[in-house]
């Protein structure tokens, strides 16, 4: 799964590395990561917990970075 940000436009795009017909454009990185999810989930039968994998990294990246905003 691949997630596109084009910063120009608030829109962002969720590619499929093995599927390049398929895209989902959503305007929440989250949302964005969930539609690459079910995608993997539902055509490439992946289980539910590793197709959630990336957007648990992002989350804790995410997590860490307001933490380290609130102790600066
Ligand atoms: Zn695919």
């Known amino acids: 799964m691949a997630v596109y ?12 590395t093995e599927c390049p017909w398929w895209f989902a454009m959503r305007f929440d990185l989250i949302e964005a990561y969930k539609a690459g999810e079910q ?11 590793r197709a959630q994998e ?3 990294l992002f989350e804790q990246r995410a997590e860490k970075r307001a933490r380290h905003a609130v102790t600066v």
């Open 5 to 16: 940000r084009d910063i120009s436009d608030p829109s962002i795009v969720v590619g499929c």
């Open 54 to 56: 990336p957007r648990r």
């Open 39 to 49: 995608h993997q989930i539902d055509v490439h039968e992946i289980e539910p917990a």
